[in-house]
């Protein structure tokens, strides 16, 4: 049985005649006749009953009418699908990203933008700590994930199979408790570190980030005196709220009783950038999503 047998059928069955389903389907009636000979000699069951000119269908007949019209129907919504899904108008897409807000609070608007564009394309947010990442990325799981696109920072080892791009680069900035002796500071220095507690991230958790704040302070020489470490940075903020220490954060990042001091003499950037699958077919949704991001970034550079 092939798939034209159905759709001879359902036409003759709507007619309920032979010459006229014929001259709908620009076939000549003799074929025709033939091929639903056939379709039931196949399927072992007379669908139809002859009744001078005109066909009427059996009661197996009108069950295989439904379920006939109900494969064409959904073999239509397939090819329809697929065809769109060609064209990258439908599909899925599954956006990864650190959950700090320079980088959360520009999902947003690309998203509205994309869906406006692509309403018929699901898109699906998934925070990852860095650590996650790193783990991702060193086991292979990132593609047991499925992720299509990755919003972080730059780590020092991006995965394999990822196209990595520029969106923004932000400084580190000391953060310190609003009634700490730095705060009056308009601009601190690395030697003003000395002997100060540092609340940081373990380096199992950020290894590239650690090392770039003990590497710039062993370059003054001054040996970081971290006493506690966690991978929030909201709980960093906590405890220098707390007066427990100081920590680096980024500018954007502000919290209730700290404030921001420069430190003159660090250099301490924060790379955001974006992951996107190479591999993926010219008419994926992932290219559109892509361009969005980079554009505003560019504009807000």
Request: no cysteine; hydrophobic share 45%; net charge positive.
């Amino acid at each position: 049985m092939e798939l034209r047998h159905l759709r001879y059928f359902v036409a003759i069955a709507e007619h309920e005649h032979i010459g006229r389903a014929a001259r709908v389907l620009h076939v000549s009636s003799s074929p025709l006749s033939r091929q639903i000979h056939q379709l039931e000699e196949d399927i072992g069951v007379q669908l139809l009953a002859r009744v001078g000119r005109r066909v009427q269908l059996t009661e197996a007949g009108k069950v295989f009418q439904r379920e006939a019209r109900e494969t064409l129907a959904r073999i239509d919504r397939a090819i329809a699908t697929a065809q769109a899904a060609s064209r990258g108008e439908v599909g899925r897409l599954r956006v990864a990203f650190v959950e700090v807000r320079r980088i959360a609070e520009s999902i947003p608007p690309a998203v509205r933008q994309f869906r406006a564009r692509h309403p018929h394309v699901t898109v699906e947010l998934v925070p990852m700590r860095m650590r996650e990442q790193l783990e991702a990325f060193d086991t292979g799981r990132i593609d047991a994930l499925e992720i299509d696109a990755l919003l972080t920072f730059r780590v020092g080892r991006e995965p394999p199979g990822f196209n990595v791009e520029q969106l923004f680069t932000e400084r580190l900035e000391l953060m310190v408790a609003r009634d700490h002796a730095l705060a009056r500071k308009k601009r601190v220095k690395a030697r003003d570190l000395v002997g100060v507690p540092i609340i940081w991230m373990p380096r199992d958790g950020a290894p590239f980030y650690y090392d770039l704040v003990r590497t710039a302070l062993n370059d003054h020489g001054i040996r970081p005196d971290i006493v506690v470490e966690t991978t929030s940075p909201i709980a960093r903020l906590s405890l220098v709220a707390s007066g427990m220490g100081v920590t680096f954060a980024l500018q954007s990042e502000p919290f209730k009783g700290v404030v921001a001091r420069p430190v003159a003499d660090l250099r301490l950037d924060f790379v955001g950038v974006l992951l996107s699958r190479r591999r993926v077919s010219p008419s994926s949704p992932l290219h559109a999503f892509r361009d969005i991001l980079v554009a505003a970034a560019q504009r807000n550079a």
